[in-house]
């Protein structure tokens, strides 16, 4: 998110510097009925482009805020366990489940209080590739 904003960041000061050269361009040239239209015309473009690029930094904004509060609600309910030994074709729902049961004490705890389970890493031994 943060190289979304710099971007924005960035655009908004190339545009604030190529609107200006455009604008003492036009200062400069001779009054005409033509030049004064093209003057009102730029001045509209212009705060209308100011205006869309601070909505798109507050956008922005937003979704990093949105994007932070979903990564913290996926974190809370996590348990790790570690150093326990892998068996082949293990549900391990059911292992951690009888962990918590039996070691921890928890009587009311089954395999349905469980929405996620899964091993991490690789197995011991197994060679790196």
Do not use: W
Not at 27 to 35: L, T
Not at 42 to 53: E, H, K, V
Request: aromatic letters at 6%.
């Amino acid at each position: 998110m943060e190289v979304l904003q710099e971007s924005i960041l960035k655009l908004q000061q190339i545009f604030t510097e190529k609107m200006d050269e455009y604008q003492s361009e036009l200062q400069a040239a001779c009054p005409s009925p033509n030049i004064n239209s093209l003057k009102s015309d730029f001045s509209a473009f212009r705060s209308f482009i100011f205006t869309a690029l601070q909505a798109l930094q507050q956008q922005v904004g937003l979704l990093a805020q949105q994007v932070d509060n979903i990564e913290m609600r996926s974190r809370r309910k996590v348990l790790l366990c570690h150093g326990l030994p892998e068996l082949k074709g293990e549900d391990t729902s059911a292992v951690i489940t009888s962990i918590i049961v039996d070691r921890l004490k928890v009587a009311d705890f089954s395999v349905e209080s469980i929405s996620k389970c899964h091993r991490m890493g690789r197995v011991s031994g197994e060679a790196g590739g």
